[in-house]
């Protein structure tokens, strides 16, 4: 017998959307696997079971932003890292409802 042999390519598992729930999981074929991370984070607002499975719902970002996270496979025969990364999109940018150009404001603060 062997260490579990991963299925889940290392690298990218995919870009999530910031505040939209999500579930993913990582395998690795083995008896009985146990995971934990063991090394980097997962974005904030997500989770992981010693199953494998990733869920949350990520928290608002400014931009896309990257989190890099080793993941251990366990089993009675030994254990086998792999290295992820999930992205979360942040929000866009702000839609300008007023006109470009110089404001009334009023006044004492009455442009001319």
């Known amino acids: 017998m062997s260490s579990p ?3 889940t390519s290392a690298g990218l598992l995919g870009t999530l959307t910031e505040r939209v729930s999500t579930s993913t999981s990582v395998i690795a074929l083995g008896d009985n696997v146990d995971y934990k991370i063991v ?4 974005p904030s ?4 079971s010693t ?3 990733i869920f949350g719902i990520p928290f608002s970002v400014k931009d896309i932003t990257r989190s890099e996270f080793v993941v251990r ?3 009675q025969y030994g254990i086998t890292d792999r290295t992820f990364f999930l992205d979360v999109s942040g929000a866009t940018p702000p839609s300008w409802v007023t006109a470009e150009g110089v ?10």
């Not at 607002?45 to 992981?48: A, D, E, N, Q």
């Not at 404001?103 to 001319?112: A, F, I, K, W």
Request: glycine share 14%; hydrophobic share 35%.
């Open 51 to 53: 199953t494998g499975t």
């Open 5 to 7: 042999v991963w299925i």
């Open 73 to 75: 496979a366990t089993d």
């Open 39 to 42: 090394s980097g984070k997962l």
């Open 103 to 112: 404001l009334n404001l009023g006044p004492s603060y009455q442009r001319y």
């Open 45 to 48: 607002g997500l989770f992981f």
